[in-house]
């Protein structure tokens, strides 16, 4: 499989409780986006990697979230003390310069969390 | 700082006829990219068409097509004849300058009718 791969599909866990993702970019693909999605509302931007290093945060990512990306291969979110308001769609995507022009972003097919 | 607008929270369109998905954006760079893609109900986001900010043709891909009208500073999607699997969500999306990450707006359901 040549895609974006996100494991778990979904995930149900208790409030207060850790939970961690893992996404497996592209494998040619040097840069990897971390995103949140609500109902309703558009994918909104959590994280950038370019191969292993952090290069942006958004301020919607609280001390509670973590990522990374070790080797600048797969990466991980994790959420620490879970609340009811992280319920939502988290979506990976992976792209990589193409010449002078980056190409488009591929998304996973996201994990679905619900915080009970 | 950018911005994408989506106005049409729903539209409605009749099998085999085309629609028009309306995207406006706000940015004061000279250099950038407009995406769409369609999200259906599986949850995958699935890239549809990209059109550059210098890019003199409308971007074209099968049915789809990107009416880019940059001094109104619009990038509406145009599908050609609809089918039933076209039923989705549909976001725009846009990459500014030096910076890698897309920003999205709020998305267009779009149902098909038979």
């Known amino acids: 499989d040549t895609g974006v791969s996100q494991n778990p599909r979904h995930k149900i866990t208790k409030r207060g409780q850790n939970v961690t993702f893992r996404c497996d970019p592209i494998s040619e693909h040097n840069r990897l986006y971390w995103y949140r999605q609500t109902l309703g509302q558009g994918p909104e931007f959590l994280t950038y990697?370019?191969?292993?290093?952090?290069?942006?945060k958004s301020r919607l990512l609280s001390d509670r979230f973590s990522a990374e990306r070790p080797k600048g291969s797969f990466s991980t979110l994790e959420i620490q003390r879970t609340e009811q308001g992280d319920s939502a769609m988290y979506l990976c995507?992976?792209?990589?310069?193409?010449?002078?022009?980056?190409?488009?972003?591929?998304f996973g097919q996201g994990t679905r969390l619900t915080v009970v | 700082a950018q911005k994408i607008t989506q106005t049409q929270p729903g539209m409605f369109v009749q099998e085999k006829e085309a629609v028009t998905l309306d995207c406006t954006y706000d940015?004061?760079?000279?250099?950038?990219?407009l995406f769409w893609y369609k999200q259906p109900s599986s949850g995958e986001m699935i890239f549809l068409i990209y059109q550059g900010s210098y890019d003199q043709q409308n971007a074209t891909e099968g049915r789809y097509s990107l009416n880019f009208q940059k001094a109104r500073k619009s990038a509406n999607l145009v599908i050609s004849a609809s089918q039933l699997g076209d039923s989705a969500m549909y976001f725009c999306a846009m990459r500014v300058g030096g910076s890698y990450i897309p920003t999205f707006g709020r998305g267009t359901s779009l149902i098909v009718h038979p």
């Open positions: 940015t004061s760079d000279p250099s950038y990219g």
């Open positions: 995507a992976s792209s990589q310069r193409g010449g002078e022009v980056d190409t488009e972003a591929f």
């Open positions: 990697f370019q191969n292993e290093a952090q290069l942006e």
